[in-house]
C-alpha cells in the first residue's frame, strides 16, 4: 500500500450527538461571557429545576483533564507555536477530555456543558490561523470519535466590543491582531448558519440577565431529553485514574 492510498483509507468517524446523557457546548469569542452563562445555566438547573449537582458536568477546553490543563499552558502562555502544532494540540487535548472525561458522564446519562468544543477549533485553527477548517473540523472528529453536542450557544458579539472587554494581561491566542478575531467570528456566524439545528446564535452584547433568559429558552428542548429524575450511576474509574 503506498501512502497515497493510505491516506484514501481515512476514516473520519461522522458526527453525531450521544445516545444517553445531554450534550451542550457554548462557543464565542474571547470575552463574550461563555463561562458566565455556563455557571449560570447551571446554577439554574440546580436551583430551579432541581437537578442533582452531580448529575452536571461544567467543564472546559482547553484544560478538563490534567493532561487538558498542561496543554493549555503550554497553548496559552508558551513560546510561539506552528499552527499545525497548535491544531494538533487541541485536538489531543479534546481526544483525551472527551474519551475519560465527557463520554464517561454522558454514558451514565449526565449532564455535560462545556465552555468551547470542536467549533473553536474550526474558529480558531481553521479560520483563525489561515488552515483549512474543513481539515481542522475532520480532525476534531477524529479526534472526538465524532462526538456532536445537542446543542451549542453561539454567544456573538463585535470583534471591538470583546476586544475591549478583555483584561490587558491576554494570552496567546487573545493577542492575536484584529483580522484574526474577525474571522474567527465569521466563522462560527457561518458555522451557525449552515447548522440551525444544532446552533442558537445569542447577542453577547445584551445583559446578562437577557443572555441567560435566551439560553434557557435555546436548551429547553434538549433538556427536555434529559431526565432530572434520573438516578445517577456511581462513577466507573478510568484507565488513567487508577
Ligand atoms: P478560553 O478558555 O475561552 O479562554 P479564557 O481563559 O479567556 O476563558 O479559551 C482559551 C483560548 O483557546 C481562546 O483564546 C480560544 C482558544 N482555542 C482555540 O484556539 N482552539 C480550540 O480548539 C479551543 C478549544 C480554544
Redesign the pocket.
Known amino acids: 500500500m503506498t501512502l497515497l492510498d493510505s491516506a484514501r483509507g481515512l476514516r473520519i468517524p461522522s458526527p453525531r450527538p450521544p445516545r444517553r446523557g445531554v450534550f451542550i457546548s457554548f462557543e464565542g469569542g474571547?470575552?463574550a461571557g461563555?463561562?458566565t452563562q455556563m455557571q449560570m445555566l447551571q446554577e439554574h438547573l440546580v436551583t430551579e429545576r432541581s437537578v442533582a449537582e452531580e448529575l452536571i458536568l461544567t467543564t472546559?477546553?482547553?484544560?478538563g483533564t490534567s493532561l487538558g490543563e498542561s496543554i493549555?499552558d503550554l497553548?496559552?502562555h508558551g513560546e510561539h507555536v506552528d499552527p499545525r502544532a497548535?491544531a494538533l494540540l487541541?485536538a489531543a487535548d479534546?481526544a483525551h477530555h472527551i474519551a475519560t472525561v465527557v463520554r464517561p458522564h454522558l454514558a451514565r446519562g449526565g449532564l455535560v456543558l462545556g465552555?468551547?468544543?470542536?467549533d473553536?477549533?474550526i474558529a480558531?485553527?481553521g479560520a483563525?490561523r489561515a488552515l483549512d477548517p474543513d481539515e481542522i473540523g475532520s480532525l476534531s472528529l477524529w479526534a472526538a470519535d465524532g462526538l456532536l453536542p445537542h446543542r451549542t450557544i453561539l454567544l456573538d458579539a463585535p470583534t471591538q466590543t470583546l476586544h475591549e472587554r478583555r483584561p490587558s494581561q491576554r494570552?496567546r491566542?487573545?493577542e492575536a491582531g484584529a483580522e484574526f478575531h474577525e474571522a474567527v467570528r465569521t466563522e462560527f456566524l457561518e458555522l451557525a448558519a449552515a447548522d440551525p439545528e444544532r446552533f442558537a446564535v445569542i447577542d453577547g452584547t445584551l445583559p446578562r440577565e437577557e443572555v441567560h433568559a435566551q439560553v434557557l429558552a435555546a436548551v429547553g428542548e434538549v433538556l427536555a431529553l434529559f431526565d432530572p429524575s434520573f438516578e445517577p450511576v456511581p462513577p466507573t474509574r478510568h484507565r488513567d485514574e487508577q
Open positions: 474571547d470575552g461563555k463561562s472546559r477546553e482547553p484544560g493549555r497553548l496559552l497548535e487541541y479534546r465552555d468551547r468544543y470542536l473553536s477549533s480558531y485553527q483563525g494570552d491566542l487573545e
